[in-house]
């Protein structure tokens, strides 16, 4: 399975924008990329995906690099709830991947 | 609302019993997995199944089994516990299809083996 690197932590200020960064350079052209957080004390919760373009939804942005070897998640105002792990997780499509493989994400703390 | 749950959040077992663990979900996916987490490990899939009686094992299957009966009802079952094995235990679900599968967890379930 394709690896993700993610910064073990980052702090951010609440109702400031936060860019989440995760690198998978091993990506294959086939390959979904997915977002989850988990909140203390919860299960983790699906965010956001994309395969090549952005990405928007309710919750976040999801921007990915042209040669897809990149990734980042945007929280355009952190709020104090938005305090979680955040995974940035690699899903091959194509029948019988179900499986997501998760890494040790990033741990985002907000500051009021 | 979607729902994924779990019959217990938290479990303390001895030694050597045998221990199920439950997990049910209400929106008739094909897919459920089981998880555990520990510190500084992240998540780890254990099994999971893409049908009724259908099983595939995950990264650690290793001193676990599960059952799947039903479409809605998926057990993890450890047949004799053993201390390594307290840990989080996290359930999830999916719909069957090509792309991408969001995954729903349930609240999880904390075992503790002494």
């Known amino acids: 399975d394709a690896k993700t690197t993610q910064p073990n932590s980052m702090e951010s200020n609440e109702e400031e924008p936060v860019h989440l960064p995760c690198n998978h350079s091993?990506?294959?052209?086939?390959?979904?990329i997915h977002w989850y957080r988990q909140l203390p004390s919860q299960g983790p919760e699906y965010v956001i995906h994309?395969?090549?373009s952005n990405v928007n939804n309710r919750m976040a942005s999801l921007a990915i690099a042209e040669d897809r070897k990149s990734s980042t998640l945007i929280l355009h105002r952190a709020t104090l709830r938005d305090a979680a792990v955040y995974y940035c997780?690699?899903?091959?499509?194509?029948?019988?991947?179900?499986?997501?493989?998760f890494g040790k994400g990033t741990k985002l703390s907000v500051i009021p | 609302d979607v729902k994924v749950t779990q019959s217990s959040r938290y479990l303390v077992k001895r030694t050597g019993e045998k221990v199920f663990l439950e997990c049910v979900q209400d929106m008739d996916h094909e897919n459920m997995f089981w998880y555990r987490q520990d510190p500084g490990l992240g998540l780890r899939l254990i099994y999971f199944?893409?049908?009724?009686?259908?099983?595939e094992k995950g990264d650690i299957p290793e001193g676990y089994s599960v059952s799947r009966e039903k479409k809605e009802r998926f057990s993890l079952i450890l047949e004799s516990a053993s201390t390594n094995q307290t840990s989080m235990y996290l359930c999830?679900?999916?719909?069957?299809?090509?792309?991408?599968?969001?995954?729903?967890f349930g609240p999880g379930t904390r075992l503790t083996v002494l």
């Open positions: 994309g395969l090549t």
């Open positions: 997780i690699l899903r091959a499509s194509g029948a019988g991947s179900y499986q997501l493989t």
């Open positions: 199944s893409y049908d009724v009686k259908m099983k």
């Open positions: 999830a679900s999916s719909l069957r299809g090509q792309g991408w599968n969001e995954q729903f």
């Open positions: 091993t990506i294959s052209g086939t390959d979904y």
